[in-house]
């Protein structure tokens, strides 16, 4: 499945951001979604994932409570509401596809082209 993320941008300490991740195909449903995110220097990183049916979410301890992963499957979009952003948050936020909900990056078989969300202090 081909992923196109959107919504990135510049944010100060505090705000919020809702990024977007649109899957093209008519299989969308059937696939695990998630986020990971690579700050400068830094590995990339699970942030979450939502299963098929967005029943089921899992999130990094770094952002839970923080951020929200949804889908809405009509319209074969992910996304990921971040509340309460921090300057550490900072990085580029990479939309996935998967068949199982882990937070192996490897588990992953397609990948968007990134985002870059940056959080000021």
């Known amino acids: 499945v081909h992923l196109v993320e959107s919504g990135g941008g510049l944010v100060q300490a505090g705000g919020s951001l809702r990024l977007s991740c649109t899957g093209s195909?008519?299989?969308?449903?059937?696939?695990?979604m998630g986020w990971f995110r690579q700050a400068p220097g830094k590995e990339r990183e699970f942030v979450a994932t939502?299963?098929?049916?967005?029943?089921?979410?899992r999130y990094a301890d770094s952002v839970k409570g923080r951020f929200t992963i949804s889908r809405d499957n009509a319209k074969n979009t992910v996304y990921l509401q971040m509340n309460s952003l921090k300057p550490e948050d900072t990085a580029v936020y990479y939309c996935?596809?998967?068949?199982?909900?882990?937070?192996?990056?490897?588990?992953?078989?397609?990948w968007g082209q990134g985002t870059q969300v940056t959080v000021s202090s």
């Open positions: 939502i299963s098929w049916s967005g029943g089921s979410t």
């Open positions: 996935v596809a998967g068949r199982i909900a882990t937070m192996n990056l490897h588990d992953f078989g397609s």
């Open positions: 195909g008519r299989t969308f449903s059937h696939y695990v």
